[in-house]
């Protein structure tokens, strides 16, 4: 097997138990997500992904160190393979790239989008307090300390850990153009094109410290639950054009195929928490702010009343002493010098 051949073979490892299954699906229609678990039983089960990321199931977890992305920035002579699988558009990755700082080593596998339609800028999977961003990219990588290849981890319990990316529709994002202005080559289904290497640290946003962590699954069937999730909290940006690139360039069909169907919505909804929290890296932005002004308010209010104390208390003392002018000219303290000399 030459190294040319080996995100192929990725690629097919991918396909392959997704076509050897026997079932056809989709996102919306007969075939749909809530028909997804009639052929693939653990989509209807437990611990399924996405979820939506809302306050009260968050846990902040001092001890999530910053994500450690090994070997990312790869040589422009490396080609990586673009493909569409009539689910996605999806980028192969080579397995030197991986993660470290988790229990185990995670080597990369591919990366890929859910997105939504052209008039609907929402189609990530995840959601923010039920906020839902334009697109969002997986980086799929697989348990390579304790499985050989990404077939045989897909449906174990510590398999696979994705790295979660939310995009939002903006500023254009020259990383993102190395692969995107391929993406017109991968227009139907099984449709490939050779893109060279590039940073792919660039695709993620700056901040690696500040990110949700769960247990949960594959978002497309088999839905294995078997996905160690790390979604970073800050979106990246795409230009509206490369937005556009996604999600109106693709087709889920065959290109012999006589009526094309759009590749568009393909993202699955929030599931089930099931019990499960998710923990989160970073302290909440608005929960501090609040705090620190409740604080704020609390300690201001508490000294505004030692201060109308303090002037009472000195009113009533000066008043019994009835020297008004000493009062005028210096206040409290000087009097009180006073009031001790004449006391002595
Ligand atoms: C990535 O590698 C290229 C050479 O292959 C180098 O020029 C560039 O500075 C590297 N970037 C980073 C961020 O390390
Ligand atoms: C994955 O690894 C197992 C065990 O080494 C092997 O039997 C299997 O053929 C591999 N799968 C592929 C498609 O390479």
């Known amino acids: 097997m030459g190294i040319m051949s080996f995100p192929l073979l990725i690629m097919i490892l991918i396909a392959f138990p997704l076509s050897s299954n026997g079932g056809k699906w989709t996102y919306d229609g007969p075939d749909g997500e809530h028909h997804w678990s009639r052929n693939y039983p653990y989509c209807g089960g437990t611990f399924q992904s996405p979820i939506n990321f809302q306050p009260e199931l968050l846990r902040f977890d001092p001890d999530l160190l910053p994500i450690q992305l090994q070997n990312y920035n790869l040589s422009s002579k490396e080609q990586l393979t673009l493909s569409n699988n009539g689910h996605s558009v999806q980028l192969s990755l080579p397995s030197r790239m991986h993660l470290a700082g988790l ?87 099984d449709q490939k094109v050779q893109v060279a290497g590039f940073n792919i640290r660039e695709l993620l946003p700056a901040r690696l410290d500040e990110y949700y962590r769960y247990d949960g699954s594959l978002t497309t069937p088999p839905c294995y639950p078997s996905v160690l999730w790390t979604v970073f909290r800050n979106p990246v940006s795409i230009s509206r054009g490369q937005y556009l690139a996604l999600a109106t360039a693709l087709f889920s069909s065959h290109a012999q195929e006589s009526s094309p169907v759009p590749l568009l919505g393909n993202y699955r909804k929030p599931q089930l928490m099931d019990n499960r929290v998710a923990l989160v890296s970073f302290q909440q932005g608005d929960l501090t702010w609040s705090w620190g002004a409740l604080i704020s308010l609390v300690v201001a209010s508490g000294l505004g009343i030692l201060f109308i104390i303090t002037l009472i208390w000195c009113f009533l003392k000066n008043r019994s002493k009835a020297d008004q002018e000493t009062i005028k000219a210096d206040g409290c303290k000087p009097l009180e010098g006073k009031e001790k000399s004449t006391g002595v």
């Open 103 to 189: 229990p185990y080593r995670y080597s990369a596998a591919q990366l890929h989008f859910h997105w939504g339609s052209s008039n609907m800028p929402i189609g990530s999977e995840h959601t923010i307090n039920g906020k839902q961003f334009a697109a969002e990219m997986h980086l799929v990588h697989f348990n390579s300390a304790k499985y050989p290849n990404i077939s045989l981890a897909v449906d174990k319990s510590d398999g696979l850990a994705v790295l979660g990316v939310f995009i939002e529709v903006g500023e254009f994002n020259p990383a993102f153009d190395q692969f995107l202005k391929y993406v017109k080559g991968t227009k139907y289904k």
